[in-house]
């Protein structure tokens, strides 16, 4: 906002969390006793709304095109389709474990775009591009919602959330190695600011984000 632009931002993690945090929030309604999920990921959603109001806002026109598009579509057209489907055309155990299959398969999905940037840790030497608390925060609301998953007994949150614990510890791990290595000045720059561009700012907004 200060800037008044998106600068290299891409726009793809911002729309595909917004699906993902309101797909949960659908899902923490629908399955009985998952209020829980359904408040942390309908504050997600709210988030995602404003950060994606924001990249319109400020992006350059072909930009903002582009943007509105995928919002359209994946924002809009996916997930009213999805609701009504699972609304009109399923009932009972069914229904909630279609939008469970969505939602995991979409967590797992956002778990994994860290790869990039783990990768460009490993070829260059430098965490610069991994910042730490965001790898910290995905260790910790993995670890955290993978055992609420295993106490109410639900897999749907819990083999996303497991895979994302696991991803977020082998971050620490690789942040703790090459935490004071000096920067290789063998890494193409074009694939650092690639990695940072498709780093999430939050780990998934599945339960914050699940």
């Not at 993995?142 to 998953?149: D, R």
């Amino acid at each position: 906002m200060k800037r008044r632009s998106t600068e290299e931002f891409e726009c793809f993690p911002y729309i595909c969390t917004l699906l993902s945090s309101s797909l949960w929030t659908y899902y923490g309604i629908t399955r009985p006793g998952s209020y829980l999920v359904a408040t942390v990921n309908g504050f997600g959603t709210v988030v995602e709304i404003i950060f994606v109001s924001l990249f319109l806002a400020y992006a350059p026109p072909r930009t903002r095109v582009k943007t509105a598009t995928l919002v359209g579509i994946l924002d809009v057209g996916f997930l009213v389709t999805a609701v009504l489907v699972t609304h009109f055309a399923m009932h009972g155990d069914t229904r909630i474990d279609a939008i469970g299959f969505m939602c995991a398969a979409l967590n797992i999905v956002m778990y994994g775009s860290p790869l990039a940037s783990m990768k460009t840790v490993v070829m260059t030497k430098s965490v610069e591009y991994m910042p730490f608390l965001l790898s910290f925060f995905m260790f910790l609301n993995g670890g955290i919602w993978t055992l609420y998953a295993v106490l109410v007994q639900d897999w749907f949150l819990g083999v996303p959330n497991g895979i994302g614990f696991i991803l977020g510890t082998a971050q620490l791990v690789l942040y703790a190695i090459y935490s004071r290595s000096k920067p290789s000045k063998s890494g193409p720059s074009d694939d650092l600011e690639d990695a940072w561009q498709h780093e999430h700012l939050l780990p998934s907004s599945s339960p914050l984000h699940t």
